[in-house]
């Protein structure tokens, strides 16, 4: 953790927001311009896609003000592009807070935009889709159309989720974009922490420091938990191959290692998404822009 | 479309099931919970919105108290026995 600057104030929970354009392809008034926008409890994505294909997408830290992190998302994902709101034909909203999407045509749950973006990424031999979000974890099972055929959603509260992890960055003073990797550095894995739960997960860790043990052996054993924890929730709503993990947390190599091996099944690889824009962190916001696709054309139709 | 509104933890892991395939959206389960977890929802469903019923978004992290008296063990929940087109079950696994 050399390269962490030393000073008292420093947020390590706090996630690198970003965006892309992919400005090889190009916009016309003509093309299908759609955007759905997938307001997180802790993220908040937009993404633009100009005839079903990809164009921009930006990620941001969801405010205390869903409408206005919805906008904030949305012009983000637009910035560089010359897009304005008006040029897009169909927008939709997802998430937690898809109710509050101002400029949405139509709101529609993140379960059905989770599924239909992991088709888009990893193609129709997707059948188990397991979204870590912010605050709550949700165990998809879908078709090879990415229609959902059963859905399991976690229980009670934060536990294991993308919140957990920036709580256990910040008591561990650990970046955050680390976390995972750190918590791979153990010569053998710990025991799992016996409450998942972050309040009491917290307590826990800070005895388990107490009686000396490093940060990546209490990180690895919080990992090791919260692993458990969701491969439950995956036996219960079938797990079937392919298998891939969508959400903030697809990028956590700690937990995603983990959960192939609760599982005994590797998730399909993670998409070169610098490249071709596919992030399994904005699968919502992708599916959410593939209805509006769909729901334009089903509208000039009738 | 299978939806499980549930829990699991060292009790046991105990779910309410919503088939929306098979759920006529007439409410009968809504009317007869004693806890009022239970609501119509609009689902996307295909391309479109249907009318189906669902566990209320503020008793989903609360089933493990709002359904308590109504678990299996105690016989049929009014909800599943309420169903005509027994589109509504609970799975209840204790440890």
Same mark, same amino acid.
């Given at each position: ?20 354009? #992919? ?16 307001? @997180? ?40 592009? @010359? ?5 897009? +034909?169909?927008? $939709? @909203?997802?998430?937690?807070?898809? $109710? ?41 099972? &879908?078709?090879?159309? %990415?229609?959902?055929?059963?859905? !399991?959603?976690?229980? +009670? ?10 709580? #256990?960055?910040? !008591? ?14 153990? =010569?053998? =894995?710990?025991?799992? $922490? ?23 052996? $209490? ?23 392919? #298998? ?9 190599? @700690? ?7 609760? !599982?005994?099944?590797? &998730? ?6 610098? =490249? ?10 992708? %599916? ?12 000039? +139709?009738? | ?29 809504? *009317?007869?919970? /004693? ?25 989903? *992290? ?6 308590? /008296?109504?678990? /299996?063990?105690?016989? *049929?929940? /009014?909800?599943?026995?309420?169903? *005509? ?11």
């Amino acid at each position: 953790m050399s390269e962490t600057p030393k000073k008292e104030d420093v947020e390590y929970w706090r996630w690198q927001e970003y965006h892309r354009v #992919f400005s090889e392809k190009k916009w016309k008034n003509k093309d299908i311009i759609t955007a759905g926008v997938d307001v @997180g409890s802790v993220g908040s994505k937009a993404a633009v896609m100009i005839d079903g294909e990809v164009y921009s997408w930006g990620v941001m830290r969801t405010g205390s003000n869903s409408p206005d992190s919805a906008k904030k998302a949305l012009s983000w994902a637009m910035e560089g592009t @010359g897009l304005r709101v008006e040029d897009l +034909k169909y927008i $939709v @909203g997802t998430g937690y807070g898809r $109710v509050n999407v101002p400029m949405a045509n139509k709101a529609i749950t993140e379960i059905a935009c989770h599924a239909k973006g992991a088709n888009y990424i990893w193609g129709p031999s997707v059948r188990t889709v397991l979204d870590v979000g912010g605050q709550d974890i949700k165990a998809i099972h &879908c078709d090879e159309t %990415g229609r959902v055929t059963s859905f !399991l959603m976690n229980d +009670k509260c934060a536990a294991g989720t993308g919140r957990g992890m920036e709580v #256990f960055a910040d !008591l561990l003073k650990i970046p955050i974009e680390k976390i995972g990797e750190v918590s791979l550095k153990v =010569e053998e =894995e710990p025991p799992p $922490v016996s409450c998942t739960c972050v309040a009491f997960a917290k307590t826990e860790a800070m005895g388990l420091l107490r009686k000396g043990w490093s940060k990546e052996k $209490v990180l690895a054993a919080y990992t090791h938990a919260m692993a458990i924890r969701m491969g439950n929730l995956i036996k219960r709503v079938g797990l079937e191959k392919e #298998f891939v993990i969508t959400g903030g947390q697809s990028k956590n190599i @700690g937990i995603v290692s983990r959960i192939e091996t609760q !599982l005994g099944v590797k &998730c399909l690889p993670m998409p070169d998404w610098r =490249e071709n824009g596919l992030d399994p962190m904005i699968a919502g916001a992708i %599916g959410a822009a593939l209805f509006g696709k769909a729901l334009y054309e089903k509208e000039q +139709k009738s | 479309m299978i939806t499980h509104y549930g829990y699991s933890d060292g009790s046991g892991e105990y779910y309410i099931v919503i088939d929306a395939a098979k759920c006529d959206g007439c409410g009968e389960c809504v *009317k007869v919970c /004693p806890q009022s977890a239970l609501e119509l929802v609009s689902m996307f469903i295909d391309l479109d919105d249907k009318t189906v019923a669902a566990v209320t978004e503020q008793q989903r *992290k609360n089933i493990k108290y709002a359904c308590s /008296p109504c678990k /299996p063990e105690t016989g *049929k929940a /009014p909800c599943v026995t309420a169903c *005509k087109q027994k589109a509504i079950w609970c799975v209840w696994n204790p440890r």
